[in-house]
């Protein structure tokens, strides 16, 4: 998969998004202002929400619509949250001009077709489809009908929801798909993640496959990258102080720049599975190798033994593996004390 520059997959960096979500606060300088600073903190996305609240549910306060269960929204409805989170469409082709003029990709989940068309007229690079929505097979056929590359969030999906998924998307000829692992809680707990499920979405379904998290910190993503997570996604928030449904689960700008740091320090240090080339700097502590020494003044034709030859520190001499040979030699010529072995001593 390719979004805009980068390329998506085993062996190039991982793709880190920034999640705008909520976080804008009502102002559109707000959400231009963080698009800029998740560019600073090292992110190659944005990703918006294209929605409204009544594409998403209707305006009912009977119990189905009340949100409760130990949330962060508890007590509000649907419509309720989904009004406060919005993000006017006005707004979204100026952030595009916002994201295109710092250097950073920026696309959006679509939660209808309106969505999708209206995204398309902004010729967006790429799609997203979220977890709660990734069971919706009308949507995901209108997105793959765009052909463009789908990021696609499993949370709370079966393996067997997560197939099906894939085959319309593949019989509606989509363009090329990642797929995130997801655990939909906010925030969630670490050990919910179940991050080796990222090595088998890879082998069972031979996509790309990254984290969507709403973990706090950045343990969890780095120990998906080093299980080889391909793209990485974490909602932004200029502030947590400044409120918000997403607030409590969003990351701060020096906290993201510290989640992409060691993400990158991460995969420098990942390397190759079959490297066993020893680095430059790494060979030259092979003089702190053991070697044979001379340990003791040992006159010509005298035998070498354990008394006067031994295996120590630093490793100019034999290698230690030759001690028993050299036990069953004599000396060729006269050794000083602290003389480093080598063939020639042999007789």
């Known amino acids: 998969m390719k979004i805009g520059s980068h390329s998506i997959g085993p062996g190039h960096p991982c793709y880190i998004i920034a999640e705008l979500s909520a976080n804008h606060g009502g102002s559109f300088q707000t959400a231009a202002d963080t698009i800029r600073a998740m560019r600073e903190a090292g992110a190659d996305a944005v990703k918006l929400q294209t929605y409204t609240a009544d594409t998403l549910t209707i305006a009912c306060d009977k119990p189905p619509f009340q949100i409760g269960g130990g949330t962060l929204w508890d007590g509000r409805t649907l419509h309720e949250l989904y009004q406060e989170a919005y993000m006017p469409w006005e707004w979204q082709p100026g952030l595009m001009t916002v994201a295109r003029e710092a250097g950073i990709d920026l696309f959006s989940t679509p939660f209808d077709d ?84 990222i090595q ?8 790309p496959v990254g984290l969507s998290d709403h973990t706090t910190g950045h343990t969890v993503p780095v120990a998906a990258v080093a299980l080889g997570a391909c793209v990485v996604e974490k909602h932004f928030i200029l502030d947590r102080k400044q409120g918000g449904p997403d607030a409590a689960f969003s990351m701060e700008p020096p906290e993201f720049r510290a989640m992409v740091d060691a993400i990158r320090v991460t995969e420098a240090a990942l390397g190759r599975p079959d490297n066993y080339v020893v680095s430059e700097k790494e060979a030259k502590s092979k003089t702190f190798r053991r070697s044979l020494f001379a340990v003791k003044e040992i006159a010509a034709g005298e035998a070498f033994t354990s008394d006067n030859v031994r295996s120590i520190r630093p490793g100019h001499g034999l290698p230690p593996r030759e001690l028993e040979r050299v036990l069953n030699s004599k000396a060729s010529t006269g050794i000083p004390l602290g003389t480093p072995l080598d063939e020639s001593h042999l007789s």
Do not use: Q
């Open 200 to 207: 088998d979405m890879r082998r069972r379904f031979c996509v």
């Open 114 to 197: 309106s969505a999708v068309d209206f995204l398309e007229g902004m010729d967006v690079p790429a799609h997203k489809i979220a977890s709660f929505e990734m069971t919706d097979h009308g949507l995901l056929r209108k997105v793959a009908s765009t052909r463009k590359p789908l990021i696609m969030s499993t949370g709370m999906a079966s393996l067997e929801e997560i197939e099906e998924s894939l085959a319309v998307l593949k019989s509606a000829g989509s363009g090329p798909v990642t797929l995130l692992k997801c655990t939909s809680a906010y925030p969630a707990d670490p050990a919910e993640m179940n991050l080796l499920t």
